[in-house]
């Protein structure tokens, strides 16, 4: 196993936690957080995460001491509640993960009304070097502010 790589049981268990964090809604026709392609982008953009990531799932599977996905559902919100206040940085870094992953996901993107195309320049391309865009800035007066 890789420095970057979790565990087949630390696997399920970010599933089963990213399952409790986002669920399916039917309502909004969008995916839970532990849909395979979300959890695809999560596996491989953990990165300088890995490690903080892997103790959050460690320190969920000592308070557990099964698989969670195991556990009924009153027992899992418990254990949730436990490691949100005993987690740390680990635990706000797997919710983190989560969400970022959630919420780049082109459905969720959709279902929240957005464009699947960065926000700036509204789908034109800029030329390389073309500054003019900068002119009605350069245009102002310059701004002196005295030092402290």
């Known amino acids: 196993m890789s ?11 970010l599933r089963t936690v990213a399952a409790m964090i986002i ?3 039917e309502e909004y026709k969008v995916p839970g957080a532990d849909d395979p392609a979300i959890q695809a982008d999560m596996l491989a953009t953990l990165g300088r995460d890995t490690a903080l990531v892997r103790q959050a799932l460690d320190h969920l599977a000592r308070l557990a001491g ?4 195991e556990l009924e559902p ?15 940085a680990a635990a706000a870094t797997l919710v983190r993960v989560v969400l970022q992953c959630y919420y780049r996901d082109d459905r ?3 279902s929240l009304g957005l464009e699947l195309r960065a926000p700036f320049p509204k789908g034109y391309t800029l030329e390389q070097g073309d500054w ?3 002119d009605p800035v350069k ?8 030092a402290q």
């Not at 565990?7 to 268990?13: A, C, E, K, L």
């Open 66 to 69: 099964q698989p969670l996905a």
């Open 74 to 88: 009153a027992k899992r919100e418990a254990i949730a509640n436990e490691f949100r206040a005993t987690g740390g």
């Open 132 to 134: 003019s865009l900068l």
């Open 23 to 25: 669920p399916v809604s």
């Open 108 to 110: 969720v993107l959709r």
């Open 139 to 146: 245009a102002r007066s310059g701004t002196l502010r005295r």
């Open 3 to 13: 420095a970057n790589e979790l565990t087949s049981t630390q696997r399920d268990n």
